[in-house]
């Protein structure tokens, strides 16, 4: 089975956001994307509309970038349809925010999207399907050639803890604390073809696998295969889809500065002859389930003798060696961010503190994801008492000053 690449020319970036639409008086899941996507259309046309998008679930909206030369001009982009966006929905009383579950909304209530692709997916997965009320971001990366493709691809499979513990936002599961960081990761991974790539040397033998999994019916086209990393030939990129959904645009940047650099310097590697080092299959296993345990506080196994590393130690030293790629791509500010999630701690962990302060109670949880997307950055240290029962009349203002990363330390 032949399957043309379109090779990109630059390590260009493309951003997918899955954005949760909530109730602002009951801060439940509210299914209102098919209203709101109809009214952006009217509102902006056709082309401009096609940047947001429906998904599985009538909750959820998908903001998606254009192909983009440098993070900033992804993350600008991004921020251009959620505004738009979140005007409509603010108009119905509804919020956006983004984590990888819904701290409370239970999937039984949800109304899954009127489409064929979707009824064709739940009809074959039935209860697997139906429970993916999960959300995350997906960011692609260009690669030159196919013949990269596929030795980038098992290269960043090194590479899933950092990125996974980065995002994890989604220790909450129909109101209950999982015990986990990322319980999104594991939702997701139980259908068939989701999970760890298998590792395939070349694009011919990509190809050749896709071939056999379409012809036993297994799949229907390639769309269906949903790798934590897994090349796009229709787009010429890889895409990495390991990461939970991130509640700010601050840190949808970071992961996206951190995925360019690793995606161009392997671009280049490969251009000077180096073969790019595959890990075991068994070890990423290993150190995914870690990272979705623990997020940020995870130890890592380094090798095959069972050494093990703090990821945050693991992702500190790797923003260092990636800070020249940075300059490079005009994206260091971005990737010193990522520094910034690793001194604060990640989603999960502010989402717990939340809850923490409030007793157990899961609404502030909420509220403070709302307030979080509205502002941009993660909010650190804000009181749990306070409840947004309506739309914010404008951008969420610290009282105390704002580090450079953009980081609210004090509510």
């Known amino acids: 089975m032949r399957i043309p690449f379109s090779s990109s020319t630059s390590s260009s970036l493309g951003i997918e956001w899955e954005l949760q639409l909530v109730d602002y008086q009951s801060r439940q899941l509210r299914g209102d994307a098919a209203v709101i996507l109809d009214e952006l259309r009217a509102k902006v046309g056709e082309r401009e509309a096609a940047k947001a998008k429906h998904e599985l679930f009538d909750s959820t909206i998908e903001v998606i970038t254009g192909v983009c030369g440098s993070v900033g001009e992804a993350t600008t982009d ?10 409509l929905a603010e108009r119905r009383g509804v919020g956006l925010m983004c984590s990888g579950t819904h701290p409370i909304s239970d999937y039984a209530s949800q109304r899954i999207t009127e489409d064929e692709r979707y009824a064709t997916l739940v009809s074959q997965m039935q209860w697997m399907a139906r429970r993916l009320l999960i959300f995350g971001v997906h960011v692609h990366v ?47 991974a139980s259908l068939p073809t989701a999970g760890l790539p298998y590792p395939l040397d070349d694009w011919p033998g990509f190809e050749a696998f896709m071939g056999t999994l379409i012809a036993s019916g297994t799949i229907e ?7 934590d990393i897994r090349p796009h030939p229709n787009f010429g990129t890889v895409e990495l889809r390991i990461c939970d959904g991130l509640p700010t645009l601050m840190e949808v940047g970071a992961v996206a500065a951190l995925a360019q650099c690793l995606v161009d310097r392997m671009n280049t590697q490969i251009d000077r002859g180096y073969r790019l080092p595959a890990p075991k299959r068994w070890l990423v296993q290993e150190n995914k389930w870690r990272a979705a345990r623990y997020g940020l506080d995870a130890q890592i196994m380094i090798d095959a003798q069972g050494a093990v590393r703090s990821v945050r130690d693991d992702i500190i030293d790797l923003v260092e060696d990636l800070l020249p790629v940075a300059h490079r791509l005009g994206c ?59 739309p914010p009349s404008g951008p969420v203002s610290p009282s105390g000053p704002v580090p450079a990363s953009g980081v609210v330390l004090g509510l």
């Open 78 to 87: 991004l921020a251009g349809t959620i505004s738009v966006l979140r005007d």
């Open 142 to 188: 260009g690669v030159r050639s196919p013949d990269k493709a596929m030795p980038i691809v098992n290269a960043l499979m090194a590479y899933i803890p950092h990125f996974l513990a980065l995002s994890a936002s989604s220790p909450y599961w129909l109101g209950d604390d999982t015990g986990l960081a990322s319980s999104r990761s594991q939702v997701f």
């Open 221 to 227: 086209t390639i769309r269906e295969i949903w790798w």
């Open 332 to 390: 260091a500010g971005e990737l010193a961010d990522v520094l910034a999630i690793v001194e604060i701690g990640g989603s999960s962990t502010r989402q717990r503190e939340v809850a923490r302060r409030a007793g157990g109670d899961l609404l502030p949880v909420v509220d403070t994801l709302l307030a979080e997307m509205e502002a941009g950055h993660p909010i650190v240290d804000r009181p749990a008492a306070s409840r947004v029962t309506s």
